[in-house]
């Protein structure tokens, strides 16, 4: 059984940073892809960066592009999320998400982890 685990969510102040952990059991890594996404209230969810390990591709939304940086780590099973220079707008919950096969920004996962609240104050 595929699960995924998101962490390290919080408050923090605009410029400050977070980063993210996604703990996964159930998969390899060679096989899955791994996004995250986000949702701020009202508003639908988005892509933000998603990777690939095996072929080593990674991709950011044009608006975190710069600021966020994903990664992975295979022996502990778990996809990084880096985020600095954080952003007010940045404010929501972010999720992390597992599909197999290609990497994209498309909320196309079929595994889904519970989401990490991160919020950051002006």
């Known amino acids: 059984e595929v699960q995924l685990q998101a962490s390290g969510g919080g408050l923090v102040q605009a410029g400050g940073s977070l980063r993210l952990s996604c703990v996964a059991s159930g998969l390899s890594f060679d096989e899955y892809a791994i996004g995250w996404f986000r949702q701020a209230p009202g508003k639908e969810r988005e892509g933000v960066s998603c990777i690939r390990s095996d072929d080593g591709n990674t991709y950011y939304a044009t608006s975190v592009k710069g600021r966020l940086t994903i990664s992975n780590d295979n022996a502990k099973n778990t996809v990084y999320l880096q985020m600095n220079s954080l952003k007010p707008e940045d404010t929501a919950v972010y999720y992390c998400?597992?599909?197999?096969?290609?990497?994209?920004?498309?909320?196309?996962?079929?595994?889904w982890g519970q989401g990490t609240l991160v919020t950051v104050s002006s």
């Open positions: 998400a597992a599909r197999q096969g290609a990497a994209t920004m498309d909320p196309t996962y079929d595994y």
